[in-house]
């Protein structure tokens, strides 16, 4: 599929060693590569979306049809043109799932959980990047088994944990581990601390600042880009995640977001296609707001790197 | 904790003092994750060790002693060279094909086109479309008579005889489930992005200078630059790989004749399904674990090569 794309790719035109003063080919000029440059990767990046888009245009087109015609053939692509859209499917969709308990649970759920992969994540990170100790070597090997224990295996030992301590049936086992620091995070940002050199340290170090201080001032801004990929890749997961609720919650009023779209399934027996995908695009809206928002860490020249004399 | 005392006496007081300091800073900063390391992962893991070692069930409990004769049964379980099979196949096949495009799109959309940062959303999306409706909507997309891929296949031509059975010819199972994780490279990108970004801009400028290629500077500085991040998304996706299961309980359930039968789909199975065999599911996930263990060492034995640290690893 994606090899497809890349073979569209051009190349732009091969530099050639250019003398100083002489005017050159048209095709040689560096505006006029840049501007093929660009051009070709606009334009294959927009063939990559249609491609990516098309799963999503694909929900969009069913969430509007009525249960009846979502299935039928040929398919039908063009809401208003080919078929009248249903816009009540949101609607319905939205007050089957009860989507004001559903979502305030998976906001408080998602955001404290966020909160606690971060602050903890960047503090352990620290730790292994920047101090020596004896065993860090085999302590930093077990923060990466972990990431390689199948999840599945700890689960059982950590549910009958969490009932005995009477924990089941509330947001502490969906929030309370976050805390504790993932491996995932921790290993994520601890690569992108060693990309900083360690003299950025060092300086501010003879300048009097503390470990704490050199890390809030030093090291954080320049690694702002990974912290905006934490975030919203914890924000995505905790409100994404089916498994756990699945496990920990019974009561009604506590369900997640997660757990209602799979309620579609329960009640209805067949599948109701249309409303599952209508349930499921409004899911992503604030996903998407949030990575629209923090994208622009990703730009370019926000970091400011050199090393000071 | 004890360990805070142990640093070098062989240096000077004044330098052993420091250590001692330093680590710890660095016991104080890790203790987070050492809590919740003995509560959520190594303690359990533990327990599952010890319960792999025995037979136990819901009904039977206290799980009773049986020595090695889960690891017994598995070794002739022809159910389990099955499924290791499978796995290796889907593992060696996904984690080159998935970090070599990650890498690719973090590339393209890291230059500066017009209207960047609604591409980088689109390119977003799809990795944060998940869970059960994604994978009811893929079985839909991927059904042989009626999908949308044959019925675009076919619209081009290509003969109804030809067309994939996609997810129900077991030749075809596992790289179809390859075609499906492709689309959710949005994570993996994301951290290239975000580490190209910390790539110097000097080090651009003077390339510009030296009249080096756009490719060349991918080439030679981009990419060295970005090293440790790559192998961090290897090492990821490896272990990501070996752990599928959501696509093969929701569409598959490990068939077409165990084309898909992963091993931590047989895990579960024989954990939450069977009502027998809890033990000999605790002693699959830690051949499981050892299996990735192995395949990671074998990672970081290899990244001298070719991974490059700015600072020194301390």
Redesign the interface.
């Known amino acids: 599929?994606?090899v497809v794309v890349?073979s569209t790719e051009k190349r732009?035109a091969?530099?050639t060693?250019?003398s100083l003063g002489q005017e050159l080919p048209f095709f040689q000029r560096r505006n006029v590569r840049e501007g093929i440059?660009?051009g070709s990767?606009?334009a294959?990046?927009t063939l990559?979306?249609f491609l990516?888009?098309f799963?999503?245009y694909?929900?969009i087109v069913t969430s509007l049809k009525t249960q009846g015609a979502s299935f039928l053939?040929?398919?039908k692509w063009l809401p208003g043109i080919q078929y009248a859209p249903q816009w009540e499917n949101y609607g319905e969709s939205l007050r089957f799932m009860k989507w004001q308990t559903a979502y305030t649970n998976t906001m408080v759920v998602a955001i404290l959980s966020m909160t606690g992969d971060v602050v903890?994540a960047v503090?352990?990170a620290?730790?292994?990047?920047?101090?020596?100790?004896?065993?860090?070597n085999l302590?930093f090997g077990?923060?990466?088994?972990?990431?390689?224990?199948?999840?599945?295996?700890?689960?059982?030992?950590?549910y009958l944990?969490f009932s005995r301590l009477g924990m089941s049936n509330t947001f502490w086992p969906l929030i309370l581990?976050a805390?504790?620091?993932s491996?995932?995070n921790?290993?994520?940002l601890r690569?992108?601390?060693?990309?900083?050199?360690?003299e950025m340290d060092q300086s501010a170090q003879i300048d009097g600042a503390g470990?704490m201080r050199i890390l809030w001032d030093v090291l954080l801004p320049?690694?702002r880009?990974?912290l905006?990929?934490v975030l919203?890749?914890s924000f995505?997961y905790n409100w994404?995640d089916?498994f756990r609720p699945l496990i920990y919650i019974n009561s009604p009023s506590l369900r997640t977001a997660?757990l209602s779209?799979?309620a579609f399934?329960a009640v209805y027996g067949g599948?109701p296609?249309h409303l599952?995908?209508a349930?499921?695009l409004v899911n992503?809206i604030p996903?998407?707001v949030l990575?629209?928002t923090l994208?622009?860490?990703?730009?370019?020249?926000?970091?400011v790197?050199?090393v000071k004399g | 904790m004890a360990?805070?005392t142990?640093?070098g006496l062989r240096q000077s007081a004044g330098a052993g003092a420091l250590?001692r300091k330093?680590?710890l800073?660095?016991?104080?900063?890790?203790s987070?994750?050492?809590?919740?390391?003995i509560?959520?992962?190594?303690?359990?893991?533990l327990?599952?060790a010890y319960l792999s070692l025995t037979h136990n069930d819901p009904v039977n409990w206290p799980p009773t002693w049986v020595g090695l004769l889960n690891y017994d049964v598995m070794f002739r379980d022809r159910l389990f060279w099955k499924s290791l099979q499978v796995t290796t196949y889907y593992t060696v096949l996904s984690v080159p094909?998935s970090v070599g495009?990650a890498t690719?799109?973090a590339l393209?959309?890291?230059?500066?086109?017009?209207g960047?940062?609604a591409?980088?959303?689109?390119?977003?999306?799809?990795?944060?479309?998940?869970?059960?409706?994604?994978a009811?909507?893929?079985n839909w997309?991927f059904q042989p008579q009626?999908g949308?891929v044959n019925?675009l296949l076919y619209d081009l031509g290509v003969p109804s005889s030809m067309l994939p059975k996609w997810l129900s010819d077991p030749p075809w199972a596992v790289p179809t489930f390859v075609?499906m994780s492709?689309?959710q490279f949005g994570?993996p990108m994301?951290?290239y992005?975000?580490?190209?970004?910390?790539v110097?801009?000097?080090l651009y400028e003077s390339a510009q200078l030296d009249?080096a290629?756009?490719?060349r500077q991918i080439w030679h500085i981009t990419l060295p630059?970005i090293s440790?991040?790559i192998?961090?998304n290897g090492?990821?996706a490896i272990?990501s790989s070996?752990?599928v299961?959501t696509n093969a309980f929701v569409i598959t359930q490990g068939g077409p004749n165990y084309a898909t039968y992963f091993?931590?789909f047989m895990?579960?199975q024989n954990?939450f399904t069977y009502i027998s065999n809890?033990g000999y599911?605790?002693a699959l996930?830690?051949v499981?674990?050892i299996i990735?263990?192995v395949f990671?060492a074998t990672a970081f034995r290899l990244q001298r090569h070719w991974v490059f640290?700015?600072?020194?690893?301390?």
Do not use: C, H
Request: aromatic share 16%; glycine share 8%.
């Open positions: 599929m994606t890349s732009p091969v530099p060693a250019r440059w660009i990767l606009t294959l990046v990559g979306s990516l888009l799963p999503v694909f929900m053939l040929p398919m903890s503090l352990v620290y730790g292994f990047a920047r101090f020596r100790a004896p065993g860090k302590l077990l923060v990466l088994s972990t990431l390689m224990v199948p999840q599945i295996v700890r689960l059982v030992p950590e944990g581990p805390w504790f620091g491996a995932y921790i290993f994520l690569q992108f601390f060693t990309t900083i050199p360690i470990p320049q690694i880009p990974a905006a990929v919203i890749g995505t994404n089916f997660a779209l799979s399934q599948t296609f599952l995908m349930a499921a992503i996903l998407v990575f629209f994208q622009r860490y990703f730009i370019q020249g926000i970091v790197t050199g | 360990a805070v142990v640093p250590a330093e680590a800073w660095f016991y104080v900063l890790i987070p994750w050492m809590a919740g390391f509560l959520f992962s190594g303690g359990p893991t327990a599952s094909l495009f690719l799109l393209i959309l890291n230059e500066k086109l017009p960047m940062a591409w980088r959303t689109i390119y977003y999306l799809p990795s944060i479309v998940t869970g059960v409706p994604v009811l909507m893929w997309i009626f949308l019925g075609i492709l689309w994570g994301l951290i992005l975000a580490s190209i970004q910390g110097p801009t000097q009249g290629s756009k490719l630059s440790p991040v192998f961090f090492i990821l272990i070996f752990q299961f091993m931590v895990i579960y954990a809890m599911a605790d996930a830690w499981l674990f990735m263990l990671t640290y700015e600072a020194v690893v301390r």
